[in-house]
């Protein structure tokens, strides 16, 4: 159970190679919530093949056929992320705190979450927030199951970067989350230990 001063919220969860849960093997995790009932995040490193941002805001009727080519590039190109594995169809918005709706939830000075279709309307017309990351599902846990995970040596504990939540080398996130802690990836183990 959680209290002030050990709630994770804000921080990232780094997979160790303990893990055992294939679904998370090599994951990133931003927490943004922690809490005695449990706790919940976005994996940050991992990204969808399908659909494309487009593909997903006209399956929402967000944007058109033709709305496409007036995105910026930037936001064509953007990824999809899998957050993880509950709600894999719902779709969730990590971004910069500039921008706020009455459903945002401030995580910390840097990350913000929201998760309804306005934001995404404020995206594809260019007025949404200058840093984003779009994720489709979330990673949970029930009271008690991540502090568990923890202490099996599943999971590494740091303080979040922004940078690193939004920046788009989805492939190098791991190793330099691992490297912030001043551990080398090729020196992780699946051993029982704590770093």
């Given at each position: 159970?959680?209290?002030?001063?050990?709630?994770?919220?804000?921080?990232?969860?780094?997979?160790?190679?303990?893990?055992?849960?294939?679904?998370?093997?090599?994951?990133?995790?931003?927490?943004?919530?922690?809490?005695?009932?449990?706790?919940?995040?976005?994996?940050?490193?991992?990204?969808?093949?399908?659909?494309?941002?487009?593909?997903?805001?006209?399956?929402?009727?967000?944007?058109?056929?033709?709305?496409?080519?007036?995105?910026?590039?930037?936001?064509?190109?953007?990824?999809?992320?899998?957050?993880?594995?509950?709600?894999?169809?719902?779709?969730?918005?990590?971004?910069?705190?500039?921008?706020?709706?009455?459903?945002?939830?401030?995580?910390?000075?840097?990350?913000?979450?929201?998760?309804?279709?306005?934001?995404?309307r404020a995206i594809a017309t260019g007025r949404g927030p200058e840093?984003?990351?779009?994720?489709?599902?979330?990673?949970?846990?029930?009271?008690?199951?991540?502090?568990?995970?923890?202490?099996?040596?599943?999971w590494l504990t740091s303080p979040a970067d922004a940078a690193l939540?939004?920046?788009?080398?989805?492939?190098?996130?791991?190793?330099?989350?691992?490297?912030?802690?001043?551990?080398?990836?090729?020196?992780?183990?699946?051993?029982?230990?704590?770093?």
């Amino acid at each position: 159970m959680t209290d002030e001063t050990d709630n994770l919220e804000g921080q990232f969860l780094i997979a160790m190679p303990s893990m055992g849960d294939p679904r998370f093997e090599r994951t990133v995790i931003y927490l943004c919530a922690h809490s005695r009932d449990g706790a919940m995040g976005f994996v940050i490193n991992q990204v969808m093949e399908r659909p494309s941002l487009p593909d997903f805001m006209r399956q929402l009727s967000i944007i058109g056929e033709d709305e496409e080519d007036r995105m910026p590039d930037e936001l064509r190109r953007a990824p999809l992320h899998t957050g993880g594995p509950v709600e894999p169809g719902r779709g969730f918005v990590l971004h910069s705190p500039e921008f706020h709706l009455e459903t945002t939830v401030r995580i910390d000075d840097e990350v913000s979450l929201t998760a309804t279709l306005e934001i995404l309307r404020a995206i594809a017309t260019g007025r949404g927030p200058e840093r984003v990351m779009l994720a489709l599902g979330y990673s949970g846990w029930a009271s008690g199951q991540l502090e568990e995970e923890i202490a099996a040596n599943g999971w590494l504990t740091s303080p979040a970067d922004a940078a690193l939540v939004f920046d788009g080398a989805n492939e190098t996130k791991y190793e330099r989350a691992l490297r912030k802690l001043g551990i080398d990836p090729s020196l992780l183990s699946g051993e029982a230990g704590h770093a």
